[in-house]
């Protein structure tokens, strides 16, 4: 079975992102983020009402991370010149459920449509993958996605992710079923 430490926080960096813990000063972007219809269209999780909902979302996120169930980090930009980065929460990337005893991760990933096809979610995704792997010694790294999520399917697939399984109205949410894609990556440096 899989040990691991997130004491102290993972921060994890790219080019262009920092990938960081969340707190109370992330809250109205969180609500930014989980309240807008166009972000949350193939998340399957109804839309934030309030900034408190968005404190009791990172708060379910920071006792994941203690219970050691999941984490997740917020994606910041940095300024490519001086390295600073921004505060401001754009979207959030982690690994929402883990099995450590079988080594395998399921990762969940969301971006607000202001920096949609920017490239932003790839370079998240391809650090996590990296750190879930050579870091935390994932064997295997899966996704759940709804079949329209298009561009979903499309960044999982350019990162060597390979579709699974597809189950039809597995999902309930907001008074209907719906399907679900199963997208999967085995770690090839183990």
Known sequence: MLFVNFDPFPILETERLLLH?????????MFKLRSNP?????IGKPLLASVVEARDLIDAYNRNLREKIGITWGISL????????????????????MDLYNYRAEIGYMIHPDHWFKGIMSEALNRIVSYGFQEMRFH???????????????????HGFIREAYFKESFYEN?????????SLLNKTA
């Open 78 to 97: 940095r300024d490519i010149e001086t390295k600073e980065s921004d505060s401001t929460l754009i979207g959030t990337i982690g690994f929402h459920k």
């Open 38 to 42: 166009l972000a949350m269209q193939y």
């Open 140 to 158: 295997s790294i899966e996704a759940k996605i709804s079949p329209e999520n298009d561009a979903s399917r499309k960044i999982l697939v350019k």
């Open 175 to 183: 008074g209907k079923f719906l399907d679900t894609e199963i997208y």
């Open 21 to 29: 813990a969340m707190s109370d000063k992330h809250v109205d972007d």
